[in-house]
């Protein structure tokens, strides 16, 4: 097994912009994600240091997350984006970016026999970051949640009750990340 290749911060994000460059609304979105998670992350280690957060390998999984939308079908972009990171020996990256979203439960919906629930507090902090935007605009879990549901209930109805459960899922580990940014808060 060859070691992963590892890149840069600014590398991330030429490969995003390029990649996206027809999508400035998911460039913008992909940095104001990684900004986000950068500043809790960093509210995070004040207190629990322990947790030794990789804030590069944070702020470029974040940077790569959606690099998969390069086309209309968003609900297998998470999957476009790990092939997109494979391709170009980015395991280490692709095998979190494919961590966000529904594609936990879209993978058991589809016999793929994979478990795809963030596993790493970057993971963790990348899924929590990107419940706060809606496109480029922080509008907070409740007001994603409800676009996301609105999308599917539109796009892909017989899917509705796999993407409630990721929303359960996911408001999971937002509990969890809010609860590490406060004094006495349980640890990853």
């Known amino acids: 097994m060859s070691m992963d290749k590892t890149i840069r ?3 991330a994000e030429d490969i995003m912009r390029d990649l996206l460059k027809d999508k ?3 460039i913008e979105h992909s940095l104001k994600v990684s900004d986000f998670a950068y500043r809790t992350a960093l509210e995070i280690k004040k207190i629990h240091p322990e947790l030794e957060i990789n804030l590069d390998k944070l702020r470029i999984i974040c940077l790569l997350h ?7 079908d968003h609900i297998m972009h998470s999957f ?19 961590r966000h979203g529904d594609t936990h439960e ?12 963030p596993r790493t507090i970057e993971e963790k902090i990348m899924v929590y970051a ?3 935007f809606k496109n480029a605009e922080c509008v907070g879990p409740d007001e994603k ?7 599917v209930k539109e796009k892909y109805p017989d899917i509705m009750e796999l993407t409630e459960s990721a929303l359960k899922r ?3 580990i937002i509990a969890e990340i809010d609860s590490l940014k406060t004094i006495g808060g349980d640890s990853a």
């Not at 476009?80 to 494919?98: H, P, Q, T």
């Open 24 to 26: 400035p609304e998911k």
């Open 145 to 151: 949640f409800k676009r996301v549901r609105k999308v």
């Open 170 to 172: 996911i408001g999971e």
């Open 80 to 98: 476009e984006s790990r092939k997109l990171l494979e391709r170009m020996g980015l395991e280490m990256y692709a095998d979190s970016v494919v």
């Open 66 to 72: 959606d690099i998969g939308q390069l086309n209309e």
């Open 106 to 117: 879209l993978a058991a919906h589809l016999g793929m026999g994979m478990d795809l629930r």
């Open 9 to 11: 911060i600014d590398e």
């Open 130 to 132: 990107d419940s706060h």
